[in-house]
């Protein structure tokens, strides 16, 4: 069983595609004080606009245009890296929404169809909302349909008026403009629309721009049609939160926490346990497998994917990285990792992109791995960087090793066998075989292939220089301990 997040779903069964979904992302987003683009800033492993072409992906529509304006060099290279299947069209003038939809709408042509127009700063909306507007559209035969949704304080938005006996939507009116009755109704526009592609085309040449910003408004065409004499409708989201826009970095880090709770609900519901969701984050491509454990404190990034069982945490970053059935992981920074089943990570390891670890395989304390693939059961148990290396099973390294690997230009490979054992204070120096079965003593310097089930020393015979600190430290503390042991062994009183 696989909890994949954000779980992936289709157009539902009978629903027909719409024509076109126009993703509106040309703003600039001044409140976020940022080089970034506001639809570029990122939560939960993806920029809002990504959120947003994620959920509208969801309708299967048959083309999916951005309308891109501000900054928009780096929008179109973030798109065309993130989403290639995915038109744009430009707004080199930012003169409003309706004017943006209009410029979508002239990239893409005559549309017959339905056009489903959303915000590419709301990344709580869903494919599931998305799905309930575009069904209500059609199955009302409404010209255009607003999605709303009911909000404990509507101070501010646009309410929604509708027709007491039809349910019909009248008016949009917005906060300054309301009555005081009108100002207690609860039902707010979202800025996410349905519309009938050609009835949209031909109103939005209609809308003026006699208004006090000199912009084309997208709510004008609700008024246009309905005076032709169209229906006008609404979907209610189930929850509020979804609509939500991101004008600053308060709102961005408000929808990061609901974004992220979603994602362990749906984890914890999976068969996942999350020991303090509050200190957990997720991105929204990470997996999970039934009885997986995140412990507090834990970051999971990027494709990273936990195995049945394995247990991860407490403060652990985990990016791209793979965790087998069983293994554990403690207190550990990794990044493009595999780590096999039963192996044990940790605490205070750092992985690094190209590491594989095998079945039932050590990586711990302090212990530093790049490029390197350690064999089944084999042990890097304390303060070793091991980089540009293959080890065989069941090999034990001893505590701190030196994988050296870079000779000042370039990286080279080291390669230990099966069923060696090394001692401390080794260094492997690049490129070296230790044969199967093979030994090398402590404080070594390997510089040459140690041939299988030999016994490598490298290091200067020791010598003892007798009464060395009495003549070179005389009166030092280590010479007054040298010398009263040296009286009581000599049995002086």
């Known amino acids: 069983m696989s909890a994949n997040l954000p779980q992936a ?29 506001k639809v570029l800033h990122e939560l939960c492993g993806r920029s809002l606009v990504g959120h947003v072409l994620a ?18 060099e780096k929008v179109t290279d ?40 959303v915000c590419g700063d709301t990344p709580l909306l869903t494919g599931a909302t998305l799905r309930k507007l575009a069904a209500t559209h ?67 040449g209609k809308v003026r721009t006699d ?48 974004l992220n709770d979603r994602l362990l609900r749906d984890a914890m519901l999976a068969g996942v346990t999350v020991v303090d969701p509050a200190s957990t984050w997720v991105d929204v491509t990470v997996t999970f497998e039934q009885d997986a454990i995140v412990h507090p404190g834990t970051q999971l990034q990027g494709a990273t994917h936990l195995g049945e069982g394995a247990e991860v945490g407490p403060n652990t970053r985990l990016n791209d990285t793979t965790v087998g059935a069983g293994a554990r992981v403690d207190n550990t920074v990794s990044n493009g990792a595999e780590i096999g089943p039963q192996a044990n990570v940790g605490p205070f390891a750092y992985l690094r992109p190209g590491t594989r670890l095998g079945l039932k395989a050590k990586v711990g304390t302090y212990v530093e791995t790049k490029n390197a693939t350690v064999g089944e059961g084999t042990k890097i148990p304390h303060l070793s960087y091991v980089g540009d290396a ?6 034990n390294i001893g505590a701190a090793s030196v994988f050296v690997n ?24 690049a490129p070296v075989t230790i044969g199967d079965g093979a030994y090398t003593a402590a404080g070594s310097v390997i510089t040459k292939d140690v041939p299988p089930g030999s016994l490598a020393v490298a290091r200067g015979q020791q010598r003892n220089i007798e009464g060395w600190v009495a003549r070179k430290r005389p009166g030092s503390a280590a010479a007054k301990a040298a010398e009263a042991t040296s009286r009581e062994a000599g049995g002086e009183s």
């Open 55 to 72: 959920a509208a992906g969801e309708l299967e529509p048959e083309n999916l245009v951005v309308v891109v304006g501000h900054a928009r």
């Open 211 to 258: 208004n006090s910003q000199g912009e084309e408004y997208l709510t004008d065409v609700l008024g246009i049609l309905r005076e032709a004499g169209h229906r006008v409708g609404a979907a209610v989201a189930d929850d509020h939160r979804e609509i939500a826009g991101i004008n600053n970095r308060v709102q961005l880090s408000e929808a990061r926490r609901i």
């Open 406 to 429: 870079y000779d000042g230009e370039a990286k080279h490979h080291t390669t230990v066998g099966s069923h060696c054992k090394t001692g401390s204070d080794n260094m492997f120096v």
């Open 390 to 395: 293959t080890i065989g099973e069941y090999s």
């Open 78 to 117: 973030h798109l065309a890296g993130t989403a290639p299947g995915v038109r744009t069209a430009v707004q080199a003038e930012q003169n409003g929404t309706g004017h943006a939809v209009r410029m979508g709408l002239e990239e893409l042509g005559v549309v017959d169809g339905t056009v489903v127009v």
């Open 9 to 37: 779903l289709g157009s539902g069964a009978g629903e027909t595609p719409p024509a076109a979904v126009v993703v509106l992302a040309a703003g600039e987003g001044t409140r976020m004080k940022s080089a970034t683009p």
């Open 138 to 204: 059609t199955g009302d035969g409404n010209a255009v349909t607003v999605l709303t949704a009911e909000v404990p304080d509507a101070t501010g938005y646009g309410r929604i008026v509708r027709d007491s006996a039809s349910g019909a939507v009248t008016a949009i009116v917005e906060h300054k403009d309301a009555s005081d009755s009108q100002r207690a109704i609860r039902e707010i526009n979202s800025g996410v629309f349905a519309f009938d592609g050609q009835l949209l085309a031909d109103a939005l």
